[in-house]
């Protein structure tokens, strides 16, 4: 059975209750698969990557096709419903041709200037495990809601995002757009970063640690511009096509 989400974000927990960890979020108009339904939640895999969780039913309800549907691209966007109360949606919401929203939309075409662009619409959104919004986002949620804004397709975690696209051999190759991933000492990918250029010899980072800020990014990894030490060790840098 398909459902969609009726609110502007509906947390996707690891196990069915209140209580558990927010492991995501599916954003308004998002369609999930159910797998599993109980009086109160529901074992959902999301239709757009795969993921999976618990969503609390009430949360849920009938879909529409996706086909007369629009994506919202600002970061938050005042829409109306079809009974004429007003709703605040997040970027990534998807509103059937019922529901007006009342906030002309920034168009994202997917080349470096509109992925920088989008990307910095985010910028000091608050360090949210698990969140996929403005107001809370982690760093793997931010690099695929930039992508998924303009038309790239990623999974939802930083170890999978980090098996796709193609790899840069060298930071002096890297171009805005291009992903970076980081490992911790077991080696395992748990950071992820958008690049951006400055210049030949500059190059900076666009990524959620504490806020999505942005840093100083070279072979040895992320250099914090404020407390002047490097706080994520550089293992790849992916292009994404």
Request: net charge negative; aromatic share 6%; charged share 20%.
């Amino acid at each position: 059975m398909k459902k969609c989400v009726i609110v502007s974000v509906a947390p996707i927990r690891r196990e069915p209750s209140d209580k558990s960890e927010m492991i995501s979020q599916a954003l308004f108009g998002e369609h999930v698969q159910i797998l599993e339904s109980q009086e109160k939640w529901s074992m959902v895999m999301m239709e757009a990557d795969g993921y999976e969780g618990w969503i609390d039913n009430k949360q849920l309800g009938t879909h529409h096709s996706m086909d007369d549907s629009m994506m919202l691209c600002n970061a938050i966007s005042q829409c109306t419903m079809e009974n004429g109360d007003s709703i605040f949606l997040p970027s990534g919401s998807h509103i059937s041709a019922a529901i007006k929203c009342n906030t002309d939309q920034t168009v994202w075409d997917g080349s470096s200037m509109s992925l920088e662009s989008c990307a910095r619409q985010f910028l000091n959104a608050p360090y949210l495990w698990g969140g996929r919004t403005i107001l809370g986002i982690d760093c793997s949620g931010f690099t695929q809601l930039v992508m998924r804004l303009n038309g790239k397709v990623l999974p939802r975690d930083a170890y999978q995002q980090a098996e796709c696209g193609v790899a840069i051999n060298f930071i002096e190759e890297a171009q805005t757009g291009d992903l970076a991933f980081f490992d911790n000492a077991e080696g395992r990918v748990v950071h992820v970063g958008m690049v951006i250029r400055r210049t030949e010899a500059e190059v900076n980072i666009i990524h959620a640690s504490g806020c999505v800020r942005i840093d100083a990014l070279d072979h040895h990894g992320i250099f914090n511009l404020i407390t002047k030490e490097y706080t994520h060790k550089l293992r790849i840098i992916k292009r994404i096509s």
